[in-house]
């Protein structure tokens, strides 16, 4: 792993063992070369593999003795190219506690210089244009380090010894104040006066590590909500930077684990409970139960808490839909309209990248959104021989090169929907393929034809093209992260894959290898009125699920809409219910679904908590919350014949019509909507665990992959997880790659290692 004080550190530990040689850096990993008595190099040995820098990786360690040389003392060498690249490079590591020391010592020369780093710390993948990790192959080079800075970095002693992007104020970036139209605001002291501004319920545009936040007070609803506005983002959860731990627990309940997480070099977003009440403005996370919340990984972070803000929302810099600003005249262009002011630098960034999000369920992390801090370290799977490259779904897309035992899963791009993201994700493949030195023979996509990854992968030239279908894909990413090599009984739950039957998957139970699945059940198919709409209004899934469970004469939809319209549709306009049904009833513009993602659409509207979705997952995230802490102990069970299927199908289909039934009786009847979905999640959940056990009944496949969407639900997760156990039935789940489609491109790309030669 390049980047991470290695080499100052082999070059330490000879010194001290009176060894003599070298070590230098080369694109396929660290080479060192050492000459001493055999009893010293035995224990340096020992010393690589045991006391290696906290933040390296030693994928392999081979020895081999030569012929004896004429080093006269042990040096560190210039890095040097090569044909074949296999070097890690490390992600982005958050700023030291000694860094964070020296930054507010008044006595220290760098005394709040915002781009204080050493070896241990600091920019890493956001700056290297290539490897070698070295200055001049990063956004560094710009910079000549002054007589001080250059003396660290030769000293071996130093803490900032080869530290490539070490600076200070006299020789390094700096920071300054723009207004919206980016012209300069005269300050001696940026920090102060965009903590003044802060303060005033200003909107700041914040130059980071990988992209530019959107900043302002999170316990002023009025900035808040201004910002909600600019940005055009309704309601979904906003997340919180907090000064220290103890003022996160002003506002959040989190477990050791939690605190672990936001503690940890890659210093995440970590997903937490809020507290009630709860004591930042409501509308940074409205309807609800947890808030994103991270500590500062910059020293330009910490001195943004210098004032008397302790909690600051720190969001994307971006529009809805569009990927995060990263230069500065871009920011201007794209952020003009939402920020008052913006903090800048000069400290370029060469590759974007968002925040990670992650949370702690069922004794581990989870990971929601793989990307700074954590990309681009490789998941490492089993071997195979092909280099492929993946281009992921649509939604939440990340892209991914299989080399060898190793997949490098890239940064997270957003929602392939607009032209700025496809610049990104084509950015992303052109960096990748560059610094990794990938040659791939095959490119791995999606089945669905108008995703823009497909397009944009069925028009390169030179390249077999690897269709393959989303859940499978999904469940591969699940084997491959947890390197199984045999068959799996696939549990893949989420909103929408496009099926081998033209129709949108996403209740499936499958078994599969790498090579293959076969589809052994998935909910029955419900009909999609409006396709797209379908998603935003979850309505029009209710109104779905109460069609085909009641099965309304289309001579009697009138009356059918009427009788409706006096409870459960009552906020929806007749002529909406109307034409929905209408083309239900004609199938017309009705894709036909078995989504778990929109079942959950359905059910909670039915339960009155979500009629219009702003984002994606938020009627399953507003069903969720309803649940008490601890729906286990709540005396509950799930709805009895919930589901019927007929065991000779194949594959089963599970109709659900009872469940609908029962819902609706409940509703009516007044039962409260948090009983309502705690025995709606009982079932769900049960059903999947009483169907994995039948498959493994059938074909002795004990292994169980969960994977998609659905299993950010962290009820879903455990309960599914703990029954399946309790049947000892062997479960597999994410950990360090996320289950949602975030994680698509490692699956496609391990099946594209073990595809056949043509494809």
Request: proline content about 6%.
């Given at each position: ?74 040096t560190i060498r210039h890095s040097r190219k090569s044909v074949h690249r296999r070097t890690l490079i490390s992600p982005d590591i958050a700023t030291c506690d000694h860094c964070i020391r020296e930054l507010f010592d008044p006595q220290n020369r760098r005394y709040l210089y915002p781009f204080i ?643």
């Amino acid at each position: 792993m390049q980047g991470v004080g290695f080499r100052p550190f082999v070059y330490r530990e000879a010194l001290k063992l009176g060894l003599s040689g070298f070590v230098t850096n080369t694109p396929d990993g660290v080479q060192v070369e050492a000459q001493g008595r055999a009893a010293d190099l035995d224990r340096f040995v020992r010393i690589l593999q045991e006391s290696a820098p906290v933040r390296s990786i030693i994928s392999r360690l081979s020895a081999v003795e030569i012929p004896v040389q004429e080093d006269g003392t042990f040096t560190i060498r210039h890095s040097r190219k090569s044909v074949h690249r296999r070097t890690l490079i490390s992600p982005d590591i958050a700023t030291c506690d000694h860094c964070i020391r020296e930054l507010f010592d008044p006595q220290n020369r760098r005394y709040l210089y915002p781009f204080i780093n050493c070896t241990e710390c600091g920019p890493r993948y956001t700056i290297i244009q290539d490897i070698p990790y070295d200055r001049p192959r990063t956004t560094m080079s710009a910079f000549t380090m002054c007589p001080d800075c250059e003396r660290e970095y030769r000293d071996p002693g130093d803490r900032r010894f080869h530290a490539q992007p070490n600076a200070c104020p006299v020789c390094g970036p700096h920071v300054w104040l723009t207004d919206a139209e980016g012209n300069p605001v005269q300050t001696a002291d940026p920090f102060s006066m965009a903590l003044d501004f802060l303060e005033k319920d200003q909107i700041l545009a914040v130059k980071g590590l990988g992209g530019f936040h959107l900043v302002c007070d999170a316990g002023s609803p009025e900035a808040v909500k201004r910002l909600r506005i600019r940005k055009n983002r309704e309601e979904k959860p906003l997340a919180v930077m907090v000064k220290n731990v103890k003022v996160m627990q002003t506002f959040a309940d989190a477990d050791d684990h939690e605190i672990a997480l936001l503690c940890s070099h890659e210093r995440p977003i970590v997903l937490v409970k809020k507290k009630r009440p709860f004591s930042l403005a409501p509308n940074v996370a409205p309807d609800n139960g947890y808030i994103g919340v991270m500590l500062p990984y910059t020293p330009l972070h910490h001195l943004l808490f210098r004032g008397a803000l302790a909690v600051l929302v720190m969001t994307s810099g971006n529009i809805s839909e569009e990927p995060i600003a990263f230069e500065n005249d871009e920011a201007l262009n794209r952020l003009g309209t939402v920020a008052d002011y913006f903090l800048m630098h000069n400290r370029d960034i060469f590759i974007r990248c968002d925040d990670s999000v992650s949370m702690f369920v069922h004794g581990a992390q989870r990971l929601v959104r793989r990307s700074r801090g954590m990309a681009p370290l490789p998941v490492f799977v089993p071997e195979r021989k092909r280099q492929t490259l993946a281009v992921g779904g649509e939604l939440k897309n990340t892209v991914a090169f299989a080399k060898k035992d190793r997949v490098y899963l890239s940064h997270y791009i957003g929602d392939l929907e607009n032209a700025e993201t496809m610049a990104s994700f084509v950015q992303a493949l052109t960096h990748f393929q560059k610094i990794m030195d990938i040659r791939p023979g095959c490119i791995v996509h999606d089945l669905h034809p108008e995703y823009l990854s497909t397009q944009w992968a069925l028009q390169q030239e030179n390249l077999i093209k690897i269709p393959v279908q989303h859940h499978f894909a999904h469940i591969v990413s699940c084997m491959a992260e947890n390197r199984v090599l045999e068959p799996v009984i696939g549990l893949a739950l989420d909103g929408t894959g496009y099926g081998t039957d033209g129709q949108i998957w996403g209740g499936e139970v499958l078994t599969a290898d790498y090579t293959g699945y076969e589809r052994m059940a998935h909910l029955d198919y419900r009909a999609m009125p409006g396709g797209s709409a379908a998603i935003r209004d979850p309505w029009r899934m209710a109104l779905s699920c109460m069609h085909a469970w009641q099965k309304p004469d289309p001579s009697g939809l009138d009356a059918w809409i009427e009788s409706l319209r006096t409870d459960l549709f009552r906020n929806i306009p007749d002529e909406h219910l109307r034409a929905a049904a209408m083309l239900i009833v004609r199938k017309i513009n009705t894709p036909m679904t078995s989504s778990m993602g929109r079942l959950f659409d359905a059910v909670s509207f039915l339960c009155g908590c979500c009629e219009k979705s702003t984002y994606e997952g938020q009627p399953a995230m507003m069903l969720e919350r309803l649940m008490p802490d601890r729906p286990e102990l709540s005396g509950l069970d799930g709805y009895p014949d919930a589901f019927s299927m007929n065991p000779g199908e194949n594959p089963v289909r599970i109709g659900f019509d009872g469940l609908i039934r029962m819902i609706v009786e409940d509703v009516l009847n007044r039962v409260p909507v948090s009983d309502i979905s705690t025995r709606f999640h009982l079932s769900v959940a049960d059903l999947f665990v009483d169907l994995c056990r039948s498959v493994f009944e059938k074909t002795g496949i004990r292994r169980v992959a969960l994977s998609g969407g659905c299993f950010q639900n962290r009820f879903l997760l455990s309960r599914i997880s703990s029954g399946l156990e309790r049947r000892e039935l062997t479960v597999l789940s994410h950990r360090h790659v996320p289950c949602n489609d975030a994680g698509l491109s490692l699956g496609q790309a391990v099946i594209g290692q073990w595809a056949s030669p043509d494809g």
